[in-house]
């Protein structure tokens, strides 16, 4: 007990763990088969990272967020801690030179995507591995019956074979009832072994509003609850149109998508995380692995696709524990657009195989080739020579990544990296530089660690800074460095991505199974029901409603959502409107009624049946004559 106590204070400067961490870590180190269900920001990282430091060998993570397994390697690092990083997209070197120091360099972390589990190189070098433990973040996506399923986590169970020893700790932030059991059985737990922590957020209060000037709302609230803010939509192209507007009106806000360089995203995140601005606008790209403590508001402007989506991103507000709104802004014609979803995210079988072959034809690969090939990918210029609609052929290569046949990063964005693959005796016996290229590696040396045993992140705008050179002049030394073997330099690179994890096969021999096609797009379609039925509830707790969704029953109202405080203060709900309407219509099936015996005959609090007679009268439902009401007749 005293050797995690010791490390968390070490490593990470805490005296204490969190509700359940400590709880993970100890079955994990009694060699349990342990599943962690753990809100957004419940610190998941530390119940690994802890007994992983505390063991012999080495911890294999592995996840499908490239993003966040670099966050989490370079945070490993300026602890001083040794960690590795796999993904798709990196050279057959780099990859060896990552796999050798895990091999040889007293490496503690190996961070991988799922799809390296059907990598000969990477399972070879594992045999010979001393792995400690499995951690299977995101784990939800083992489950078919999960919102986000991905079939190179079923490889997981048979990667187990080559590590019988290591425990496995698979951790997640949403799952179902349905999805936990699934995860325990994909994963081959040896016995179930659950520690959940309640999905309740008691600081939390979740708030839908009916409201046809979302904008204008947005700008009501923003100016009513102080403090910084999460406003999600769901087009770059409405990120940037929201920003502009609350700028206009002198709300400090900026704008984030996928689509911008790896440079504009860290500068948009720091000023945030800094509080230098006060409001960001994204997609769903913004949000993971990004800890901030003292959000006050998220705010969905557009629905997302599921229960699991929207608690994960409401999920960001105050995590420091103080009050904090999750809120959506909603309106009837939402539920159109939801629905057309599930129409876009599953086109039709033949158009899939389709755009399979075009992305062949594309990279010319034959039949039978292409093996582990990866590709640029720039999804418009692919449509517009095979003239195909860009929306569909997106989901379609979805598709066929779940089905598969090949890797699709929409947002493969990398930060440029260097080794040096001399020695420092070497480069230091090296004479014939330049006095800037001299200036540029001493520079590089003392702003980086690590450089001759593994590659390096760098940013050559930092660098620009230090040397007085041109990102430009940075950037032909560097690629001049390479040239002459004296170092390995890889450039950023951002867009797109296409990854061919089977050999080509004709499109007729293309195989796109049930559980990818028609089970996922009805269990879409009931979890875009579930995202309607939410928002447009108004009579049950919505913290209810989502505990129950995750499986936690019999739980008390919470009092503070915006449908316990309409209970409270005797709101007319929509709900209860038709329940007084349908009474009020059937009181003047027989004739008219006076005013005041009509009120009194409903047993409803009078506030409610005048606001329920007013827009009766206006909608021209009734009318109102000599102190009497009547039925329109129409």
Not at 103 to 112: E, I, M, P, Q, R
Not at 121 to 148: P, T
Not at 333 to 344: E, V
Request: aromatic letters at 10%.
């Amino acid at each position: 007990m005293s050797d995690i106590y010791s490390i968390l204070k070490q490593y990470w400067g805490y005296d204490k763990f969190r509700d359940l961490q400590e709880d993970i870590i100890n079955s994990v180190l009694a060699g349990k088969d342990t599943l962690g269900l753990m809100p957004t920001g419940g610190g998941k990282s530390i119940t690994f990272q802890v007994p992983g430091m505390l063991l012999d060998g080495i911890c294999i993570v592995i996840t499908p967020l490239i993003a966040l397994m670099k966050d989490q390697k370079d945070n490993l690092r300026s602890k001083g801690i040794k960690a590795a990083a796999i993904y798709t997209g990196m050279k057959r070197h780099e990859i060896l030179t990552a796999l050798d120091n895990c091999l040889y360099g007293d490496y503690k972390f190996l961070y991988v995507s799922p799809e390296r589990l059907s990598s000969e190189l990477f399972l070879s070098k594992v045999r010979h591995m001393n792995v400690n433990m499995l951690v299977i973040d995101e784990s939800h996506c083992i489950s078919q019956w999960g919102y986000d399923f991905r079939p190179s986590y079923l490889k997981i169970s048979e990667f187990r074979e080559l590590i019988p020893h290591a425990p496995v700790l698979a951790l997640t932030a949403t799952a179902t009832a349905e999805v936990v059991k699934d995860i325990q059985t994909k994963l081959d737990f040896k016995a179930e072994n659950v520690f959940r922590k309640s999905f309740a957020r008691e600081n939390l209060a979740y708030i839908v509003r009916d409201v046809s000037d979302k904008h204008g709302k947005l700008l009501q609230i923003l100016n009513s609850v102080q403090g910084t803010s999460v406003v999600y939509v769901r087009s770059r192209k409405k990120t940037k149109e929201i920003s502009d507007y609350l700028n206009e009106n002198d709300i400090n806000a900026d704008y984030y998508h996928a689509g911008l360089s790896p440079a504009i995203k860290e500068k948009k995140q720091d000023l945030w995380k800094k509080g230098e601005c006060r409001v960001i606008v994204s997609t769903n790209a913004f949000g993971m692995g990004i800890d901030k403590a003292n959000v006050r508001t998220v705010i969905h402007l557009d629905l997302p696709d599921s229960l699991e989506e929207y608690y994960q991103e409401a999920g960001r507000a105050g995590r420091d524990g103080e009050k904090a709104y999750a809120i959506i802004l909603y309106n009837k014609s939402d539920q159109t657009k939801l629905k057309k979803r599930i129409l876009d995210t599953f086109p039709e079988r033949d158009f899939i195989k389709r755009v399979y072959h075009y992305l062949g034809s594309f990279y010319q690969i034959a039949e039978g080739a292409g093996f582990e090939a990866v590709f640029d990918f720039d999804l418009a210029r692919f449509c517009a020579s095979y003239s195909l609609p860009l929306n569909p052929t997106h989901h379609a290569l979805k598709l066929i990544q779940q089905a598969g046949y090949i890797v699709y990063d929409e947002n493969a964005d990398t930060q440029s990296r260097i080794i040096f693959t001399v020695t420092r005796d070497e480069l230091y016996r090296l004479k014939e530089f330049d006095a800037k290229t001299v200036k540029l590696i001493n520079i590089v040396l003392r702003a980086y660690t690590g450089l001759f045993a593994d590659y390096v992140y760098i940013r050559e705008d930092l660098i620009s800074l230090k040397t007085g050179l041109t990102n430009t002049e940075i950037y032909e030394r560097l690629i001049m460095l390479s040239r002459q073997h004296i170092l390995h330099y890889v450039p950023a690179r951002k867009g797109a991505m296409v990854c061919f994890l089977k050999s080509r096969v004709e499109k007729e021999y293309m195989s796109i199974p049930r559980s990818v096609y028609e089970d996922r797009k009805e269990r879409y379609s009931t979890r875009i029901g579930s995202m309607i039925k939410y928002a447009s509830e108004d009579s049950v707790c919505r913290t209810k409603i989502l505990l129950s969704y995750f499986g936690e029953t019999n739980r008390s109202e919470c009092n503070t959502c915006d449908v316990c405080i309409d209970k409270k203060t005797g709101k007319l709900t929509v709900s209860k409107f038709e329940v007084i309407q349908k009474e009020i219509m059937i009181l003047l099936e027989g004739g008219c009624i006076e005013c005041e015996r009509l009120i009194s005959s409903l047993n409803y609090e009078e506030s409610l049946v005048i606001e329920s007679i007013r827009f009766l009268l206006d909608e021209n439902y009734i009318y109102e004559q000599e102190n009497c009401y009547y039925k329109t007749k129409k």
